[in-house]
């Protein structure tokens, strides 16, 4: 099977497969971790590199106020879409906490707002998607043992996936990157799209030792003596992504390279809504500046479904019993919170009283 991904065509230029997959890299703690063990076998930046990313919903706004104003909209309609702190509450127990975190070491993030840094400081529990990124030994020990779901175990290379074009792409942009090829061959192509994703600022700061929001928030968490709980472990993560379609991921390693330098205007603009709390105007406004393709609408509802939906489920019926003993702090991907199918919801109707802390 072999794939050549076009070039699209838009005044952003941002590919819909690519979109998606970069949602799951922001929001899955498997990937930061991936990452994070991947840059450990490389020596540190020199010194870290300057962020240049540029706000995609201001071009936006500029130039289509129209396409613009729908995703505003539909941003207003999405069930608990303002806000990444919330308050749970059930009658006769401690309230509890909830944070929509993003896995990504940038300052801004790092720096919890005063009500919620509080929360976490005076809660007796903290969770997290996963707390096997607590150890580093965990986390690989867990990464190992199922290859067959990170790498190819039947002598598949990446060069049989892709048509000839899109391998000398792989091979340039790797070189790029300071990747041998070689090195990454047998890797499934989420794999080595999350080696190559993020930009020059997030490689450097991961490099030198940076610790990524849920990870400080269970260090910290760690240090106090307090107990930390996971939701969800590696493996399932990966399982998560391995589910998806390998054409879908052929599609967003061969668009990841392609993007070059538009990627640090896709993550600024992501960091800008997760720090201004519009969560639910993330998926609006990257499917707004995504150029209509209704060939990748099945990419679409498969991604949502097998990464945010099902997952949402697994976060909200294993943190209820734990929510039941009161005080906890509990941390996970911010896009998991809005919508009909989200955590809060999800938490409401196993009755607690969730509500939004300014």
Wanted: glycine content about 6%; some cysteine; aromatic content about 6%.
């Amino acid at each position: 099977m072999t794939t050549s991904i076009g070039r699209r065509t838009s005044y952003l230029a941002v590919p819909a497969n690519l979109l998606l997959w970069l949602i799951a890299a922001f929001h899955m703690l498997l990937l930061a971790a991936l990452f994070v063990a991947f840059l450990a076998a490389r020596p540190a930046a020199a010194e870290d590199a300057a962020c240049t990313g540029r706000n995609l919903i201001v071009e936006l706004q500029q130039n289509d106020p129209a396409r613009y104003a729908e995703a505003v909209k539909e941003a207003d309609a999405t069930p608990n879409g303002k806000g990444i702190f919330w308050k749970i509450e059930k009658p006769g127990l401690a309230p509890s906490w909830l944070l929509g975190s993003m896995h990504v070491t940038d300052p801004r993030v790092l720096a919890l707002p005063p009500r919620a840094q509080a929360a976490h400081d005076a809660a007796n529990t903290i969770i997290i998607e996963s707390d096997e990124i607590l150890d580093e030994r965990k986390a690989t020990a867990a990464l190992l043992a199922k290859p067959e779901l990170t790498m190819f175990t039947d002598g598949t290379t990446i060069d049989k996936l892709l048509s000839p074009e899109d391998y000398k792409r792989l091979e340039a942009g790797l070189k790029q990157r300071g990747i041998p090829l070689g090195a990454v061959s047998r890797m499934r192509p989420w794999m080595i799209s999350s080696a190559v994703a993020l930009p020059a600022c997030e490689i450097a700061r991961k490099a030198k030792g940076v610790q990524f929001l849920d990870q400080k928030i269970a260090t910290d968490a760690a240090a106090q003596g307090k107990q930390v709980k996971g939701l969800e472990t590696l493996v399932e993560q990966i399982q998560a992504m391995a589910d998806l379609p390998i054409e879908f991921h052929l599609k967003s390693l061969i668009e990841t390279l392609e993007l070059g330098d538009k990627m640090s205007d896709v993550v600024e603009t992501m960091t800008d809504l997760y720090l201004s709390g519009d969560i639910g105007m993330t998926m609006p406004m990257l499917k707004t500046v995504t150029p209509e393709n209704k060939d990748e609408s099945n990419d679409y509802a498969a991604f949502e479904q097998r990464v945010i939906l099902d997952r949402n489920k697994v976060m909200a019926e294993r943190a209820a019993p734990i929510l039941d003993g009161g005080n906890v702090f509990m941390a996970v991907g911010a896009l998991h919170l809005p919508g009909k199918d989200g955590v809060i919801e999800l938490l409401r109707q196993q009755g607690f009283t969730v509500t939004a802390v300014n």
